[in-house]
């Protein structure tokens, strides 16, 4: 399975823009990238995903680089609620199951 | 709110022990996935179902089967509990056999002593 690395945390101030990067120099053409995030006592919940191009929602905008050998996740106004471990997460769309393969991910604090 | 409940919230047994974790998935949600978390290892997928069926397995132990229903809820069996069984459970549903988006629930802390 092709690999992911992020930085263990991250320190972000209230009300400021986050980058989170992800490096996936592994990637396959068929993996497509995924982010979910784990608040404190809960359950990971999705937050966005892409395959080649930029993509933006409510939540939060994935920035993916041309060869796709990495991407961020922007969070474009952090707020005290966003403070959670960040996963990013390889999905083969080839595999017979959806399974999500969760690594380190990024505990980002953010400051009042 | 998920939408994805799973009981009990908290579980307190010893080893050697058999529990049975429960998860019901989100209306309409075909698949539900089970995924261990643990201090050591980190969130780890177990197995997967898709109407009824088993479609992937991860790292899960011989110890632990799982099935679902055809109401579509989900159970976790673990038998000859050890100490090191001690982790978060999470289960996830989502509308198809492969999806984008995943649902966690809000797991259930099993402590083995």
């Known amino acids: 399975d092709a690999k992911t690395t992020q930085p263990n945390s991250m320190e972000s101030n209230e009300e400021e823009p986050v980058h989170l990067p992800c490096n996936h120099s592994?990637?396959?053409?068929?993996?497509?990238i995924h982010w979910y995030r784990q608040l404190p006592s809960q359950g990971p919940e999705y937050v966005i995903h892409g395959l080649t191009s930029n993509v933006n929602n409510r939540m939060a905008s994935l920035a993916i680089a041309e060869d796709r050998k990495s991407s961020t996740l922007i969070l474009h106004r952090a707020t005290l609620r966003d403070a959670a471990v960040y996963y990013c997460?390889?999905?083969?769309?080839?595999?017979?199951?959806?399974?999500?393969?969760f690594g380190g991910g990024t505990r980002l604090m953010v400051k009042p | 709110d998920s939408g994805v409940t799973q009981t009990p919230k908290h579980l307190i047994t010893a080893t050697g022990q058999r529990v049975t974790l429960r998860c019901s998935p989100r209306?309409?949600?075909?698949?539900v996935y089970w995924y261990q978390q643990s201090l050591d290892q980190g969130l780890q997928f177990l197995i997967q179902?898709?109407?009824?069926?088993?479609?992937a397995k991860g790292n899960i132990l011989e110890r632990f089967s799982a099935q679902q229903f055809p109401d579509l809820h989900s159970e976790l069996n673990l038998s000859s509990l050890e100490l090191g069984d001690s982790a978060l459970y999470f289960c996830?549903?989502?509308?198809?056999?492969?999806?984008?988006?995943?649902?966690f629930g809000p797991g259930t802390r099993l402590t083995v002593l």
């Open positions: 996830a549903s989502s509308v198809a056999l492969v999806d984008n988006e995943q649902f």
């Open positions: 592994t990637i396959s053409g068929t993996d497509y």
């Open positions: 209306s309409g949600d075909l698949s």
């Open positions: 997460i390889l999905r083969d769309v080839q595999n017979a199951g959806n399974m999500l393969t």
């Open positions: 179902y898709y109407n009824g069926e088993e479609r």
